[in-house]
DNA sequence: CGAGTTGTTGACGTGTGTCAAAAGAAGTGG
DNA sequence: CCACTTCTTTTGACACACGTCAACAACTCG
């Protein structure tokens, strides 16, 4: 998680300034709007530089499974470097945001150049992957507490908490659930569960965890 | 699918050739045998020259989730590229299995000096990851014959199938319903329903698919 | 033939998704 | 400032899919 934000950022940062200074494509998105949809055709990736953004698969209208959040220093649309030519996922802003486009075209001409680029952006995809592995194997064997825990716990490591305690990102309770693979309704008892137990706090959409040793234990052998 | 096959093949037996005859070491495993198991430090690559092995994050003693198979031609144990420094899952061959090992420092070395394959190699990982967020949905939104639609769609789709009709690989029943994330009862239910509604045959461990139409729509959405 | 492994079916309990409705919250307009 | 929507949050009740347990059949293998 760390490696995660760090990488990007100096990548962003660094190795890719002089890039995107050339090809400089800053878009504002509004709270709520796509930046781009399952289906589209790839035509470049992304980078966030203000904001929240959910990435997520559509089900059956209203129904989703939100795969990751994207923060201030995330990439974005980075599926799409895989061999098919359209998004499998989709990405909307949670708030207003700022992202930066760069060309597809552009950006593949670049990883030619740039050896020690693609090896950081190949172990960033590894990484991803084995989160991704893992996430799935607590998806399906682990009960709705569990996966609310670990929902919670993931959402804490990638955006921190604040000095009051609760975690600096408030999801919509709706987004929680797509996060933690579950109903809404079922998140709901859930959340209230774990407060009835002092497991965690809250505060409006503000979670914060009181007692981070039993949310683990929830989540039991990952 | 068909991609990936190509690219690791092209790339184990041309672009690797003279990396792997420079370190060459084959190793024979038993059926059954592990090649390696979640928690073991990473030491090193792989790939297979011979026998099919699955790959697989293990639940609470004798139940687990197969991320994935591997057969002839694919790489094994790449998840050890990313930022950890021990494996994520365990690789265990389902039969007598010959694969190549590559020592990491080496491998990591070749990196830097072949940015094409470097290129490939990250493609494949996109690509990895984006099957792995697909599964992710379906194990999480799809019943059971959903998910065991999609399991058998998986193996056909990487091992094909024979002049007979019957795909080309026979998973042991039990390995079927942890690639499918269900229980053992469950599975053998769920494929008893497929054959009496005609969409697919059993002959042993073989399988044969005989209405794909009305196999695809159960993982309707895929 | 016994003993162990694998395949099969039955019965049961429960977690959890779904539906529906109540209770707030928040805007809208007279 | 009060009725009246409309939307979100919350609680209740229910049904059923599916995991678990247990018993049994079939089949190998010593």
Known sequence: MRFKYLFLCTFCLDGWKPAIQASK???????GQLIFAEGDPVKGIYFVYEGNIKVHKKWD?????????????????????GS???YPVSATALEAAVVCYIDM??????????????????RFFA???????KRMKNLVHLPVKG?????????????GVSENGFINFEPAKLDLA????TAYESLFRTLNDLVDEHIITLSG??????DEARLLQLVAGN
Request: glycine fraction near 6%; hydrophobic fraction near 45%.
């Open 61 to 81: 209208d209203e129904k989703e499974l939100i795969l990751r959040f994207a923060k201030k220093g995330d990439i974005l649309g980075h599926l799409g470097i």
């Open 127 to 133: 990484d991803e992957l084995q989160t991704s592995e």
């Open 205 to 210: 959409k503000s979670i914060m965890i009181k």
């Open 147 to 159: 996966r609310v825990a670990q929902a919670i716990i993931s959402i804490k490591n990638q955006f």
């Open 84 to 86: 098919g030519d359209i």
């Open 178 to 181: 797509s996060f933690a693979g």
């Open 25 to 31: 494509q800053n878009i504002h998105i509004k709270k």
């Open 105 to 122: 075209s552009f950006f593949e001409s670049s990883l030619t150049a740039n050896n020690n680029f693609v090896i950081k952006l190949m």
